[in-house]
């Protein structure tokens, strides 16, 4: 098992949670499932929904998926989720029982209309979500930067910004990050008071990773990249699936 360099594993969660209440935040791609050529064809195990609700479950639902799937495409893949739930990137927050905390308003329609135009013109693969809108270059790794480019010249004309990650780059509402989306959640029950854990493995969880930094908490990178802010390491979902007791 190969793994990653400079920085420790994290503690035994279960350790810590027998020592104080945890609030545990975890990215989805490349952190809970690995990544796929497509984000259509990762593969999910049937009952990784129902796992992550046990495990919520112990941590008294202090337990937050945030990540930058939009919270309905999380669910065709896990099923209905009774957890705390972070979509594109924070642009979405609802709680455990359903209900909407925020909702940011959708990208101009003439926006998507470019960026959709845009992706046949060169072959880059565009995602539509609900408060974004994605260009994945892993089929064609050539067009990784001119995707982010063009994106961030539409972010500069329209007052929005660019998510970089792993072979994608996508357009959002300022203020949309992972960041807010644990801060947010951080202020109200039940993970108010908690310390704060995020797993994350690409760049756009580096806002996690600090604002858990912030609150008395810590950061976990999977996967071999370098990270910033993170203060311990995990080499894969697997054994990031083992350290939280899926």
Excluded at 60 to 83: F, K, M, Q, T, Y
Excluded at 160 to 181: F, I, N, Q, S
Excluded at 189 to 202: E, H, L, S, T, W
């Amino acid at each position: 098992m190969d793994e990653p360099a400079s920085k420790p594993p994290p503690p035994s969660l279960c350790d810590l949670a027998r020592e104080q209440a945890i609030a545990l935040f975890l990215d989805f791609d490349g952190t809970l499932v690995e990544i796929a050529a497509e984000p259509g064809s990762i593969d999910v195990p049937a009952d990784l929904g129902a796992r992550l609700a046990a495990v919520a479950d112990r941590l008294d639902g202090r337990l937050a998926l945030v990540s930058g799937r939009a919270i309905e495409n999380l669910e065709l893949h896990c099923g209905p989720l009774r957890l705390a739930c972070a979509g594109s990137h924070g642009a979405a927050l609802r709680a455990a029982d359903g209900a909407m905390l925020q909702s940011s308003d959708p990208l101009p329609a003439e926006v998507i209309a470019q960026v959709r135009e845009w992706a046949t013109e060169t072959g880059a693969d565009h995602e539509a979500k609900p408060h974004g809108a994605a260009l994945h270059s892993r089929a064609r790794p050539e067009l990784e930067e001119s995707c982010a480019l063009f994106l961030e010249g539409l972010a500069d004309r329209h007052g929005l910004a660019v998510k970089r990650g792993k072979m994608v780059a996508e357009l959002v509402r300022r203020g949309a990050d992972k960041a807010a989306a644990v801060r947010s959640f951080m202020a109200r029950a039940p993970f108010a008071g908690a310390m704060p854990i995020f797993v994350g493995d690409d760049v756009t969880d580096e806002d996690g990773f600090a604002a858990c930094e912030e609150a008395g908490g810590f950061g976990v990178i999977v996967g071999e990249r370098q990270s910033q802010y993170a203060r311990f390491a995990l080499p894969n979902p697997k054994v990031v699936a083992q350290w939280i007791g899926l």
